[in-house]
Nanobody, 117 residues
Framework: QVQIVESGGGLVQAGGSLRLSCAASGRVSNINVMAWYRQAPGEQRELVAS???????NYANSAKGRFTISRDNAKNTVYLQMNSLKPEDTAVYSC???????????WGQGTPVTVSS
C-alpha cells in the first residue's frame, strides 16, 4: 500500500507565498513522476506542475515564473513553492504519485489554498 500525505496549504494574501509538501510512504520503492494538480470550485481539475525522477519539470502556463516544483527522492517527497499568489490560485491542491510498473497513480486527499485579495 501507498500513503500520500500533503501539507502546507492555508490562507494567504495576494502576493504572498506558500510551500506545499507531499510525502509518499509504504510501497514506494520506484516512484516515477510526481505532480501537483488543483481544482477550484466549479472548475475542472488541472495540472499545475510535474517532475520526473530525473528532475525534468513541466509547468502549466499559469504557474510558470511563479511556482517551482522540486523533489527529494531520498524522502519520496515533492514540494511546490508558490510565490506571487493570486486570488485565482485559490483551489484544492492535490499530489499524485506515479510508480513504475503500476498503472493506477496514487492521489493524496488534497490541501486547500485560499488567496485573499
Amino acid at each position: 500500500q501507498v500513503q500520500i500525505v500533503e501539507s502546507g496549504g492555508g490562507l494567504v494574501q495576494a502576493g504572498g507565498s506558500l510551500r506545499l509538501s507531499c510525502a509518499a510512504s509504504g510501497r514506494v520503492s520506484n516512484i516515477n513522476v510526481m505532480a501537483w494538480y488543483r481544482q477550484a470550485p466549479g472548475e475542472q481539475r488541472e495540472l499545475v506542475a510535474s517532475i520526473t525522477s530525473g528532475g525534468s519539470v513541466n509547468y502549466a502556463n499559469s504557474a510558470k515564473g511563479r511556482f517551482t516544483i522540486s523533489r527529494d527522492n531520498a524522502k519520496n517527497t515533492v514540494y511546490l513553492q508558490m510565490n506571487s499568489l493570486k486570488p485565482e490560485d485559490t483551489a484544492v491542491y492535490s499530489c499524485v504519485v506515479h510508480i513504475r510498473g503500476i498503472r493506477t497513480p496514487y492521489w493524496g486527499q488534497g490541501t486547500p489554498v485560499t488567496v485573499s485579495s
